[in-house]
C-alpha cells in the first residue's frame, strides 16, 4: 500500500506517494545527513533531470543509498 505525503517544492505543494519502505531509507538518509525529510525531498527534487517524475527519483535514491 502506498503512503501519501505532501511537501512544499519551489513555492507550491505536491504530494508523492511511495511504498513504506521508501519513506523508511529516506527518514534514514535524511536523519544521516542531518537534515528534515522536506530538506532531503528538496534536494533530490533540484537535482532530478526535468521530466523524472519525483516518486521515481525517490526511489532510485534510497535504492543508492541502502547499497
Known sequence: MLEKRSFSLSGHRTSVALEPEFWAA????????GITLS?????IDSERADG????????????LKRS
Do not use: I, M, Q, Y
Open 26 to 33: 529516506l527518514d534514514e538518509a535524511a536523519k544521516r545527513d
Open 39 to 43: 530538506g532531503l525531498v528538496t534536494r
Open 52 to 63: 523524472n517524475p519525483l516518486a521515481s527519483a525517490l526511489r532510485v535514491f534510497a535504492l
